[in-house]
T-cell receptor, first 110, second 113 residues
Framework: QKEVEQNSGPLSVPEGAIASLNCTYS??????FFWYRQYSGKSPELIMS????GDKEDGRFTAQLNKASQYVSLLIRDSQPSDSATYLC??????????FGTGTKLQVIP | DAGVIQSPRHEVTEMGQEVTLRCKPI?????LFWYRQTMMRGLELLIY????????DSGMPEDRFSAKMPNASFSTLKIQPSEPRDSAVYFC???????????FGPGTRLTVL
């Protein structure tokens, strides 16, 4: 049974700080990793995809992947109150089926 | 382009009634997924289709649940008979072939009284 583990939080950070969200996965053959943002009462929205070891940056977001440690993280720089949401980590073992974590709730305090 | 479309957005029904949820995927996407989300269990995959063919229905909780995809632009998820424990938000998502990136619809909030 594939598992994606996340701390449920809430993770509270002050406005302007760096928020660090972490995720571990159990399936060693997983090849694709995703971060989704879900605002309360809304649907998940894809914000980052990462496929190879290292860092991938997109604006204020940086995804980090370490396949040896089976670890994925998402850094949000200059956190804003509008970043307050639940962040879902997901992985895919090379197929279309994706396994989601239960999400980490982020609160950015003004 | 329009995203994934789901209807209805909210459904309130009584135990024992039949419920049908509808989904229109993004045009050109080969894969369609049905998920259920609750506070207790998070986001659960129920079933997914590739080119209108069901590929994996291992997440369908029991025989009361069924899903169809009669053509590339329409899918239904049916619950008959419905029970209070089916109350959840049901999401439909679609994905293009060659990528596991999924795009979600707005969801249907189902309440079974």
């Amino acid at each position: 049974q594939k598992e994606v583990e996340q701390n449920s939080g809430p993770l509270s950070v002050p406005e302007g700080a760096i928020a660090s969200l972490n995720c571990t996965y159990s399936d060693r053959v997983s090849q694709s990793f995703f971060w989704y943002r879900q605002y309360s009462g809304k649907s998940p929205e894809l914000i980052m995809s990462i496929y190879s070891n290292g860092d991938k940056e997109d604006g204020r977001f940086t995804a980090q992947l370490n396949k040896a440690s089976q670890y994925v993280s998402l850094l949000i720089r200059d956190s804003q109150p509008s970043d307050s949401a639940t962040y879902l980590c997901a992985d895919s073992g090379g197929y279309q089926k994706v396994t989601f974590g239960t999400g980490t709730k982020l609160q950015v305090i003004p | 382009d329009a995203g994934v479309i789901q209807s209805p957005r909210h459904e309130v029904t009584e135990m024992g009634q039949e419920v049908t949820l509808r989904c229109k995927p993004i045009s050109g996407h080969d894969y369609l997924f049905w998920y259920r989300q609750t506070m207790m269990r998070g986001l659960e995959l129920l079933i997914y289709f590739n080119n209108n063919v069901p590929i994996d229905d291992s997440g369908m909780p029991e025989d009361r649940f069924s899903a169809k995809m009669p053509n590339a632009s329409f899918s239904t998820l049916k619950i008959q008979p419905s029970e209070p424990r089916d109350s959840a938000v049901y999401f439909c998502a679609s994905s293009p072939g060659g990528s596991a990136e999924q795009f979600f619809g707005p969801g249907t909030r189902l309440t079974v009284l």
